[in-house]
C-alpha cells in the first residue's frame, strides 16, 4: 500500500534537508532570509514559481554567512541522525552488531535489553495504530452470551418481523424477507415429496402467524351494517352468515372497498366471531388478513365505521425485572438488574403508533392485534391425531375465570369434545369451519423422550353416537368460547408462562427421572382450534386438504412448536402453502389475485425478479420468446387482454354499445360462476338454463370485461409452466382429437423475430427498455391474434400435479373468450382448451372446469 | 546481491553576481546539464543521462548542488560540467561556473564534507569582513554551527532546533 510506503519513506527522510530555493509565499519576506520547505522529490517541484517577489540586490556578507551556517547545521542535523534505525542499536559498535539482534533482545548487552524490548512492543503495536481505529468487537464468547444475543435479536427485528419460531426455522430452512417479515420459503433438504406424501397421509404443520388479526369490537348491528358495505351476498356468504354468526364457525369472504362491488377489490379474508356470551351486548370480531392486505383494509374499515381517533398507542417494551432461577457463577447485583427480554409482538412498530381506533357515532372499538397471536396450521387427515397427542385439557380449572357452574361444565364439555376427536378417522369428516376452544396445559411437561410419528388409535370406534354427532353437526357454539378472547387472559397467561430454564430446574428436581412434570395451576392456556376445510368447492377430491388451525397467545409459540414437531409433523414454508392452494385448486393471495392493488404488486415485483434471472443467463443461453411467439412471459397483460376481447365481440356482434374501458375484474359471483361451470361441461344432462346465444349473450351482458378461474388438466402428456398460453382449438384440431385420442396436438410456426433485425439495421442510441433481447418491448402487439390461436387467458400456477397424476394448471379467462369458445363447440368436446409453454411450441389439450 | 552504486557530485555555482543567484532551481540545473551533456557526449551522453542522473539537493543562498549519477557514467557528466557556461531559467540568464567540490559515493559523505567546508568558508571569511556589524555577524554564524555541533552530539533526540533560522 503506497500508504504505509509513504509513510515509511517519510519517516527515515525526515532528517534530511532539504532544497533551499526562493519562492514567492509571503513567508520568506517576513521572515527575511527563511528557508522554505520543498521536499526531497524526485524530479521537479510542484507548482510554478514566480518571481514576482522583490529578490534582494546585494548579498551582503552576513546573509552569506548566515546561509552557510543553516546549511552547515541542517547537514548535521542530516549526518548525526542515522535515517530509520533506533538509538539502541546505533549505541552498540560496529563490531558488536548482529544480524539477530532485531528480533532477539537476549543477544543485546543488559543495560539495552530494556530499551530493545520496549521498542519490540511499540513496533508491534504501530501497525495497528496506523490503521484505522476500528471499534474493537468483542470475543466470540462474549457475543454469544444470552443477553447479548437476545440484545442482537431484538435489533434485528426492527425492520422485519420474526415469527415466534425463527430461529428453528432459520436453522433449517431459507429463508425469505417480505412484506415486513421474515418467513420460511424452502426447507434446506429436498423434501417436495415427503411433504406432499404428509399433506396426504399423515401431517404437516406451517407458522402462519404473519397473519395479521384485526379486531372489531362493539354492537352486533352497527358492525354488520358496516361491514356489510365491504361484501356482497353475491360472492357467497357474508359476515352475517348464519352460521358464523354464531361463532360456531369460521368463514372466508372475499372484500372489496366501500360500495364499489365488483369492482375495487381487495382480497380475501377470514373472519371468527366470538360466542354470544349472555349478559354482555358487546360482540367480538376477528378478521384474519395477508399482511399485503392489511394498510388498505384497515384504511376501509375505518372509513366504514367511522373510527379515525387513536385511543391507545403501542409502547415501549420494557425489560420486567426477572430473577433467573440457578445462577451459575456470582454476577455482580448491578448485572442482574435488567436482564433483557425477547421482544415479543411486533417489534417494527414505532413506540406510539397507534393501535386502537374508537369512533365516537357508531362506538365500534378497532384493535390491530398484529403478532399478538400465534396461529399454526396443520394440513393432513392425521391432523387431529397429533393434536390429541399434544394437547392435555387442563386437569384444574382456575376459579377466577369462572365462578358459577355454568363455566366449569363448558370446560367439561370442551374436553369431552377433545376426547372425542380421537374417533374420528380423518380430519377431513369434520364439518369445515368448526370451532373448539380449549384450555391445555402447558404441552413441555408431556414432552416424549424420543421423536415419534403418531397413529390413529385404532381402539375408539367410530360408531360411538358422540363420533357421529361431531361428524355431522360439529361444535356447538358455546364449546367455541375460550378465554383467549380476552386481552387481560392472553396478557396474564404470557406474564405466567414458565421459562426453558424453571422447567429444565424442576426436571432436574424430581424424583423419578422421567416421570410427568405436575402442571402449575396458573398456566392453563386457552387456546382456539379452528378446523380449516380442504377443498370445499368442485367435485373431485372433496376435503382434500383439510386441517386444523391451533390459536395461542403470543409468547407460547415454541412450546408448542417443539412438542408438535416431535410428534412427527412435517414443517412447510411459502412454497408448500402455495403447493397447498394449488392443489386443492383455489386461487392463493397475492399471487392469484390480479385485480386486487396487492397483488399488482406483487406481480410487478414478481416481473422485476423474472427479468432479473432472464437477463442473468448469457444472451445466445437464454429463450427467445419472440421467437416462441410469447408476448408475455413474465407479466400478463390483462388489461389488454380485455379488451381486445370485447373490442372483438363487438366487432362480431355489430352492437352499438360502448365497450367498458374500465379496469378488468375478477367474476366472483356465484350465480355466474355456477351457470359457465355449468355451461363448460361435456355431460349432456340437462341443466337448468341450457345453452343458447341468447342466454350466453346475457351472461355476458351481465358480466362484462371480467376474468373467471378456472382449473385445466391436461389430457395426455405436458407439465404446463408458469405463464404458459390457454388458447382456442380451431375445429380441425378437435377432429384431430376425436380421430386420435392420444394426440399430442397441433404445433405452432416459429415466428420471425423482427426486433433483432432491427436492431442490427439501427446503430442508432437505444433507450434501455428494449435492451434485453429475446423479449418483446413495451408497447406490445396485438394479444389476441398474435399466434394461429386466439388466446383466451394465461396460466398463474401450473405444474404436475401429484394429487391428480397428469399436469394441471390454474388460469384466468376472459369470459367473453370462453363464452364466444364454448358456443362454437359441439356438445361432447365442450371446454376443450389448447395450452402452450412460453418456451415451446407445441399446444396440449386440456379440459377447462370451474369449480363453485 | 548486486545493487545500483552510486556517485555524488557535490558542486558549487560561482557566479560573478551573487545577487543573480537566486533564480536557482533544481529544473534550471537539470535541464542545462542535459542540454551539455547532450553537446559534448551527444546522444550516447543523454541516454546515461536519463537513466540515472538527478538533482537531490540544491541551496539557492549558497549556491551548492548535489548531483547524483550512476558510477559507471559519473565521469561523463562530470566532464560535462566544465563546459556549463550560462544557467537559463526563464529567460533570465546567467554567467556562472559549475565548480565541483567532491565526489562521494553516498549522500552522507557529501553532507559530512559539505559541513567542513562550510566551516573552513566561514573562517576565510571572517578576516575579510569590512565592517564591526559584519564581522559579528559571521562571528555568531561560527558559533553557532560549532556549538550546535556539540549539543547535537551529546544529545540523544533533539528536536529543538529548527534549521537555524536566525531573523533579522
Known amino acids: 500500500m503506497t500508504g504505509a510506503k509513504d509513510r515509511m519513506r517519510e519517516k527515515k527522510m525526515k532528517n534530511q534537508p532539504r532544497n533551499v530555493i526562493y519562492t514567492s509565499s509571503g513567508r520568506s519576506t517576513g521572515r527575511g532570509q527563511g528557508s522554505q520547505a520543498c521536499g526531497w522529490v524526485r524530479g521537479h517541484q510542484p507548482g510554478g514559481h514566480s518571481y514576482s517577489q522583490d529578490l534582494p540586490k546585494y548579498i551582503t556578507a552576513s546573509s552569506f554567512a548566515k546561509a552557510r551556517a543553516a546549511e552547515v547545521n541542517a547537514m548535521l542535523k542530516a549526518v548525526s541522525k542515522p535515517a530509520g534505525s533506533c538509538h539502541i542499536f546505533t549505541a552498540l559498535p560496529k563490531h558488536m552488531r548482529r544480524r539477530a539482534l532485531s528480533h532477539s533482545t537476549k543477544r543485546l548487552p543488559s543495560r539495552l535489553r530494556e530499551g530493545a524490548q520496549r521498542l519490540a512492543e511499540r513496533s508491534q503495536r504501530a501497525p495497528e495504530k496506523e490503521k484505522k481505529q476500528e471499534p474493537r468487537s468483542r470475543s466470540r464468547r462474549a457475543r454469544r452470551r444470552h443477553g447479548n444475543l437476545l440484545l442482537e435479536f431484538n435489533r434485528r427485528q426492527r425492520k422485519n418481523k420474526w415469527l415466534e419460531t425463527h430461529i428453528w426455522h432459520a436453522k433449517r430452512f431459507h429463508m425469505l424477507k417480505t412484506w ?205 391425531v397429533v393434536l390429541t397427542d399434544t394437547l392435555h385439557p387442563a386437569s384444574e380449572e382456575p376459579s377466577s375465570r369462572s365462578t358459577d357452574e355454568a363455566g366449569v361444565s363448558v370446560h367439561q364439555q370442551q374436553t369431552d369434545i377433545f376426547q372425542l376427536l380421537r374417533g374420528v378417522c380423518s380430519t377431513a369428516e369434520l364439518p369445515a369451519g368448526c370451532v373448539l376452544g380449549l384450555t391445555v396445559d402447558d404441552p413441555r411437561l408431556t414432552l416424549p423422550q424420543k421423536r415419534g410419528k403418531s397413529v390413529p388409535d385404532l381402539q375408539q370406534s367410530a360408531e360411538d353416537s358422540g363420533v357421529r354427532d361431531l361428524t355431522l353437526k360439529g361444535v356447538a357454539a358455546h364449546c367455541s368460547q375460550s378465554a383467549l378472547w380476552d386481552a387481560s387472559a392472553r396478557d396474564r397467561v404470557t406474564h405466567n408462562r414458565l421459562s426453558e430454564q424453571e422447567l429444565n430446574r424442576r426436571r432436574t428436581e424430581l424424583l423419578v427421572p422421567g416421570s410427568r412434570l405436575s402442571a402449575a395451576p396458573q398456566a392453563a392456556v386457552p387456546l382456539l382450534l379452528v378446523h380449516q376445510g380442504g377443498r370445499v368447492r368442485g367435485e373431485e377430491r372433496l376435503h382434500w386438504g383439510s386441517g386444523w388451525d391451533l390459536l395461542l397467545p403470543k409468547g407460547w409459540g415454541m412450546a408448542f412448536w417443539v412438542p408438535l414437531v416431535y410428534r412427527g409433523v412435517r414443517v412447510g414454508g411459502l412454497h408448500m402453502s402455495v403447493k397447498h392452494s394449488q392443489f386443492m385448486g383455489q386461487p392463493h393471495f397475492p399471487h392469484d389475485y390480479p385485480d386486487c392493488p396487492a397483488g399488482q404488486r406483487f406481480q410487478s415485483e414478481q416481473e422485476a425478479e423474472l427479468l432479473q434471472k432472464f437477463k442473468r443467463r448469457p444472451p445466445s443461453k437464454r429463450t427467445n420468446y419472440i421467437k416462441h411467439g410469447c408476448l408475455a412471459p413474465f407479466r400478463c397483460p390483462w388489461q389488454q387482454l380485455m379488451e381486445e376481447w370485447e373490442e372483438l365481440l363487438n366487432m362480431s356482434a355489430e352492437t352499438t354499445g360502448s365497450c367498458r374501458t374500465g379496469p378488468f375484474t375478477v367474476l366472483r359471483s356465484l350465480k355466474a360462476l355456477r351457470r359457465l361451470s355449468a355451461w363448460s361441461h361435456p355431460s349432456s344432462r340437462r341443466s337448468s338454463s341450457a345453452l343458447t346465444h341468447a342466454t350466453a349473450a346475457a351472461l355476458q351482458k351481465e358480466c362484462r370485461a371480467s376474468l373467471v378461474w378456472v382449473r385445466l388438466r391436461l389430457l395426455g402428456k405436458g407439465q404446463p409452466a408458469l405463464h404458459a398460453m390457454v388458447c382456442i382449438p380451431t375445429t380441425s384440431d378437435l377432429q384431430l382429437l376425436l380421430k386420435d385420442a392420444h394426440s399430442s396436438g397441433p404445433q405452432e410456426p416459429q415466428h420471425k423475430d423482427h426486433i433483432k433485425r432491427l436492431r442490427q439495421t439501427t446503430t442508432g442510441p437505444e433507450d434501455p427498455a428494449r435492451a434485453v433481447r429475446g423479449v418483446y418491448p413495451a408497447p406490445l402487439p396485438s394479444v389476441l391474434p398474435h399466434c394461429s390461436r386466439l388466446t383466451l387467458g394465461w396460466v398463474t400456477q401450473g405444474d404436475f400435479s401429484l394429487a391428480a397424476g397428469c399436469g394441471e394448471a390454474l388460469a384466468f379467462i376472459s369470459v367473453s373468450g370462453l363464452l364466444h369458445t364454448i358456443l362454437q363447440q359441439p356438445q361432447e368436446q365442450r371446454g376443450l382448451v389448447l395450452l402452450r409453454n412460453p418456451s415451446s411450441l407445441q399446444y396440449r389439450f386440456a379440459r377447462i372446469s370451474i369449480d363453485v | 546481491m548486486v545493487r545500483f552504486k552510486s556517485r555524488y557530485l557535490l558542486c558549487e555555482v560561482c557566479v560573478p553576481d551573487r545577487s543573480s543567484l537566486q533564480l536557482l532551481e533544481d529544473r534550471t540545473i537539470y535541464n542545462t546539464l542535459r542540454a551539455a551533456v547532450n553537446r559534448a557526449h551527444g546522444d550516447y551522453g543523454s541516454a546515461l543521462f536519463n537513466i540515472g542522473v538527478i538533482v537531490k539537493y540544491l541551496n539557492a543562498h549558497t549556491g551548492v548542488v548535489l548531483i547524483r549519477s550512476r558510477k559507471k557514467h559519473y565521469r561523463l557528466i562530470w566532464s560535462a560540467l566544465s563546459f556549463i557556461t550560462c544557467l537559463e531559467n526563464r529567460g533570465q540568464k546567467v554567467q556562472c561556473f559549475l565548480n565541483c567540490l567532491h565526489v562521494g559515493g553516498t549522500i552522507r559523505t557529501c553532507q559530512k564534507f559539505l559541513v567542513k567546508y562550510n566551516r573552513q568558508q566561514l573562517h576565510r571569511m571572517l578576516p575579510d569582513c569590512k565592517t564591526d556589524a559584519e564581522k559579528q555577524e559571521v562571528r555568531r554564524a561560527i558559533l553557532s554551527c560549532s556549538l550546535s555541533n556539540v549539543r547535537e552530539e551529546e544529545a540523544d533526540e533533539d528536536g529543538s532546533d529548527d534549521d537555524g533560522d536566525e531573523e533579522t
Open chain 1, 180 to 384: 415486513s417479515y421474515c418467513l420460511p420459503l424452502k426447507p434446506t433438504a429436498k423434501s417436495f415429496r415427503a411433504s406432499y406424501r404428509a399433506m396426504n397421509t399423515h401431517a404437516l404443520l406451517q407458522d402462519l402467524s404473519y397473519f395479521c388479526c384485526l379486531e372489531l369490537q362493539g354492537s352486533e348491528e352497527e358492525m354488520l351494517r358496516a361491514l356489510a358495505r365491504l361484501t356482497s351476498k353475491q360472492t357467497g356468504p357474508t359476515f352475517a352468515a348464519a352460521s358464523c354468526l354464531s361463532g360456531a364457525r369460521q368463514g372466508s369472504v372475499h372484500l372489496y372497498k366501500a360500495d364499489q362491488f365488483p369492482e375495487g377489490s381487495l382480497g380475501p379474508a377470514d373472519f371468527l366471531w366470538r360466542p354470544r356470551v349472555p349478559d354482555a351486548s358487546d360482540r367480538q370480531l376477528w378478521i384474519w388478513i395477508h399482511p399485503a392486505l392489511k394498510q388498505d383494509v384497515l384504511s376501509e374499515l375505518q372509513l366504514v365505521c367511522q373510527c379515525f381517533e387513536a385511543v391507545s398507542v403501542s409502547e415501549e417494551s420494557r425489560p420486567a425485572l426477572e430473577l433467573p432461577a440457578g445462577r451459575k457463577r456470582k454476577r455482580d447485583e448491578a448485572d442482574a438488574e435488567q436482564p433483557s427480554k425477547r421482544l415479543l409482538g411486533d417489534g417494527t412498530r414505532p413506540a406510539g403508533a397507534p393501535v386502537r381506533w374508537q369512533s365516537p357515532d357508531t362506538a365500534i372499538t378497532i384493535s390491530d392485534l398484529t403478532m399478538e397471536i400465534v396461529r399454526y396450521r396443520l394440513i393432513g387427515p392425521l391432523a387431529h
